[in-house]
């Protein structure tokens, strides 16, 4: 370990902390990046059970898109000379609704003519509500490209971008009930919600359309040795330039000294640099990295006002068949309780009743796992406060009651036999997520993402947000919010903004 200064010093290496610290060390800062965990990626890793390896978090990358029509994080990977092997699954996903007015089962395909045609089909009289919201869409991403050629006149965005700014004024709900699109087809559209945490009540309309159009039209992605392959690249593309990384390192306070941060400390030493990019939580590094004196009291305010994301319940299985043979044909499969996108919501108060996302990785890389297996992840989307002081044993018996009554209430809705074909199984609760990435409660969405807090707002006033000079935040709980492409364009556009800053 060398004792130089250097530019930047980044805490954490997960989507948001490595994405930023490529981004300058490809500007040509020196960069040392620091994480308490033994490999690169944070959320975006992988572990091994017997015979299986299993993707942590990544079920569908958005923004990807292809050759020909590349997204953003397409481009990105591409310029800095990147190369991922990116697997399409067939279709966006299958959703199926249990109760409530509307109940349906229905397979969405790709494509915005195709998508488009399956809705009118599942639910007549549709698309002109449809059409209307793709055209929303086109004047939000026009907005993005307008905003990504670093231009901000005014005039030109309430001119030019009348849709852009009321979908970022108003609620998803608010946007389709007013282009009159049918409660049926509203809940099919609304099906990626979790993917963002917060209700269509709560969330803009704009931050959807975002992440809908990535997978409805650049389509989901997932690269063929999943997220690991992805973190593993960054690292590697970041040392090719220079870039430093620790691995097994906690940073246990930064350097405060003339009311400005220059550097971290790590045990009893201290390694200095210009600028400290946490990608660590704001609170956790404000109540245990600073002394209170360098806090002031708008940062605290601000923590305290927001509410911690969503919270997950997942359980990672090996199955002793393969795909074909216990039944499973989608790579997405969304089960909700209730049609009502707003029921849904309040049911995540419920573990026996919240959303559940079921990925068969296998659906969409045949070979995942080894010939004759496959493996299955059920994922349910919590939104209620857990004890994680809870003594060994309890918790033992408490994450394997959840687990048994989510594996069955798939099988009930599924007709598939999963129990009897387990193999390896491991089951992850908000205490184990909070473990491996320090957040708190576990969540890996950041911050809830709410109208008052939505992405436009925070993107306007980060400048503002930034309490303490030298220091600076990347990850879930930032601007844009929770998702792979997200952070990585959240790191990106940090360590690119404070360079410019510097430049200036
Ligand atoms: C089960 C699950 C499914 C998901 N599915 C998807 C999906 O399909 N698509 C999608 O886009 N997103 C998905 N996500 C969300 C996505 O994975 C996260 O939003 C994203 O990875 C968070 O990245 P981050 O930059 O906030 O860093 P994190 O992953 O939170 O990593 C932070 C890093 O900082 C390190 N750190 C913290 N404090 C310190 C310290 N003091 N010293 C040293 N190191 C420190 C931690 O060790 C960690 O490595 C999923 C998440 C989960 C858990």
């Not at 993402?449 to 306007?460: F, H, N």
């Amino acid at each position: 370990m060398s004792e130089k200064e250097y530019d930047i010093i980044v805490v954490g290496a997960g989507n948001g902390g490595l994405a930023a610290a490529l981004t300058a060390a490809d500007l040509g800062k020196s960069v040392l990046v620091i994480d308490r965990n033994i490999v690169p990626g944070g959320c975006a890793t992988s572990f091994r059970r017997g015979r299986f390896e299993f993707e942590p978090s990544l079920h569908e990358f958005a923004a990807v898109g292809t050759d020909e029509n590349p997204g953003g994080c397409l481009r990105w990977f591409k310029k800095l000379g990147i190369n991922i092997n990116w697997i399409i699954p067939k279709d966006a996903f299958r959703a199926i609704t249990i109760n409530g007015d509307d109940i349906y089962d229905v397979t969405m395909p790709t494509g915005i003519q195709e998508f488009t045609d399956a809705i009118e089909k599942e639910c007549p009289g549709s698309r002109k509500s449809l059409e209307k919201l793709w055209k929303i869409n086109k004047n939000i991403r026009e907005a993005g490209q307008y905003f990504g050629s670093g231009k901000m006149n005014p005039l030109v965005v309430v001119l030019k971008y009348r849709d852009f700014m009321r979908a970022s004024a108003h609620t998803i709900k608010e946007v389709l009930d007013d282009i009159g699109m049918p409660r049926k087809a509203q809940s099919i559209v609304s099906s990626y919600w979790p993917y963002l945490g917060n209700s269509v009540e709560e969330m803009d309309c704009m931050l959807y359309m975002c992440m809908f159009d990535s997978y409805i039209n650049e389509m989901p992605a997932i690269p063929r040795f999943r997220s690991h392959e992805l973190s593993c690249a960054m690292e590697k593309a970041l040392t090719d330039r220079g870039g430093e990384i620790w691995y097994n390192t906690e940073v246990t306070s930064l350097i405060y000294e003339d009311g400005k941060v220059n550097g971290v400390r790590v045990g009893d030493r201290d390694i200095r640099c210009k600028h400290v990019i946490c990608n660590a939580f704001p609170e956790n590094v404000y109540a245990k990295m600073l002394p209170p004196e360098a806090v002031p009291e708008r940062a605290w305010k601000l923590v305290n006002a927001r509410k911690h994301g969503m919270k997950f319940f997942t359980i990672y299985l090996g199955l002793n068949k393969s795909a074909e043979e216990i039944g499973f044909k989608d790579y997405t499969i969304v089960i909700n309780e209730d049609s009502d996108p707003i029921k849904q919501a309040e049911y995540m108060s419920d573990i026996k009743k919240s959303p559940v996302f079921i990925n068969c990785m296998n659906c969409a890389i045949p070979d995942a796992s080894p010939e004759g297996t496959s493996m299955l992840y059920i994922t349910s989307f919590w939104d209620a406060d857990v004890d994680i002081g809870m003594n060994v044993e309890n918790y033992q018996a408490w994450k394997s009651e959840i687990a048994d009554m989510l594996i069955k209430r798939c099988e009930d809705v599924l007709h598939v036999d999963i129990k009897n074909n387990i193999e390896e199984i491991e089951i992850c609760t908000p205490a184990t997520f909070a473990r491996y990435m320090g957040t708190p409660n576990g969540t890996p969405y950041g911050y809830q993402i709410k109208l008052w807090d939505s992405p436009t707002v925070r993107s306007m006033s980060s400048r503002g947000e930034r309490f303490i000079p030298g220091l600076s935040f990347v990850g879930a709980h930032q601007e844009i919010g929770d998702g792979y492409s997200s952070t990585y364009a959240q790191g990106r556009n940090a360590a690119q903004n404070l360079i410019k800053e510097w430049d200036k």
